[in-house]
T-cell receptor, first 116, second 113 residues
């Protein structure tokens, strides 16, 4: 089984400042890793994903994340945030081997609040 | 747009009444999922389906049942709704063959009074 921990439930930041949203996972097998974003009253949209290869993954809207296997982390970063980045961000994992279920296990979410 | 439609989008009901939420996809994907979203818990898997009439339980399946009689439709039923089932329910489909990536619907907000 897999689990995901997002240590920060809320992250306030000023516009144009850098931000890092933390994600740690636990798994006995190799995993794929994902970050999703949810804008108010909407569904979840994929920001980026790590499947294999380069540990630095670039996604949409200027976000990137780095996979660190030794620390079992997949932190999300953006060098300069905009007001429009205000949303809830979810880290998720799935086993890389096809178990037949293919479901994602999500963290509890981090609410990013960008202030002018 | 992943071609996923959830209905109803909003529903208010009373404790003890049955409720059915519908998820309809136009992508002909084999795998479909129901999650619930609650503050502080993220999204938790209720049930999933890997084909017509093939379904299985997720982590929070108590009080819920599902059915899938057609590839395009995945129904979630609360036989007797309780206040603890007040939540936002999301349907998802599996996007990639072996990547685990999911596409989500817009959600159905259910309030049980």
């Amino acid at each position: 089984a897999q689990s995901v921990t997002q240590l920060d439930s809320q992250v306030p930041v000023f516009e144009e400042a850098p931000v890092e949203l933390r994600c740690n996972y636990s798994s006995s097998v190799s995993v794929y890793l994902f970050w999703y974003v949810q804008y108010p009253n909407q569904g979840l949209q994929l920001l980026l994903k790590y499947l294999s290869g380069s540990t630095l993954v670039k996604g949409i809207n200027g976000f990137e994340a780095e996979f660190n296997k030794s620390q079992t982390s997949f932190h999300l970063r953006k060098p300069s945030v905009h007001i429009s980045d205000t949303a809830e961000y979810f880290c998720a994992v799935s086993p890389s081997m096809d178990t037949g279920r293919r479901a994602l296990t999500f963290g509890s979410g981090t609410r990013l609040q960008v202030q002018p | 747009d992943a071609g996923i439609t959830q209905s109803p989008r909003h529903k208010v009901t009373e404790t003890g009444t049955p409720v059915t939420l519908r998820c309809h996809q136009t992508e002909n994907h084999r795998y479909m999922y129901w999650y619930r979203q609650d503050p502080g818990h993220g999204l938790r898997l209720i049930h999933y389906s890997y084909g017509v009439k093939d379904t299985d339980k997720g982590e929070v399946s108590d009080g819920y049942s599902v059915s899938r009689s057609k590839t395009e439709d995945f129904l979630l039923t609360l036989e007797s709704a309780t206040s603890s089932q007040t939540s936002v329910y999301f349907c998802a489909i599996s996007a990639g063959r072996d990547t685990g990536e999911l596409f989500f619907g817009e959600g159905s907000r259910l309030t049980v009074l």
